[in-house]
């Protein structure tokens, strides 16, 4: 079974900058589209940034111009490149396939930006 695992995370003050990166255990990166979801405390999960087998990338509004989302197929891993955190971006975030499908779960990174 595949795992994908994700790592990068932690407590920045507004204004900062992370890297996440996903790292799954198979070669599935050139099957599936693959995404960064997050789930903010106390809501849904909810998907901010796409990329295709093909490069092509694709943001929610709230991420546009501040996320980059990039992918190694070689090193089956994806990355997700944060600048400009802002509070509301505190959640927890998870990589996954875009739609999704039988791909479990990791346990994912949290992300705090807070002063």
């Known amino acids: 079974q595949v795992r994908l695992v994700e790592s990068g995370g932690g407590l920045v003050q507004p204004g900062g900058s992370l890297r996440l990166s996903c790292a799954a255990s198979?070669?599935?990166?050139?099957?599936?589209?693959m995404g960064w979801y997050r789930q903010p405390p106390g809501k849904q999960r909810e998907l901010v940034a796409v990329?295709?087998?093909?490069?092509?990338?694709n943001y929610a509004d709230s991420v546009k111009g501040r996320f980059t989302i990039s992918r190694d197929n070689a090193k089956n891993t994806v990355t997700l490149q944060m600048n400009s955190l802002k509070p509301e971006d505190t959640a927890v975030y998870y990589c996954?396939?875009?739609?999704?499908?039988?791909?479990?779960w990791g346990q994912g990174t949290q992300v705090t930006v807070s002063s």
């Open positions: 990329i295709t087998n093909g490069g092509i990338t």
């Open positions: 198979g070669s599935i990166f050139t099957i599936y589209a």
């Open positions: 996954n396939a875009v739609p999704l499908s039988n791909l479990s």
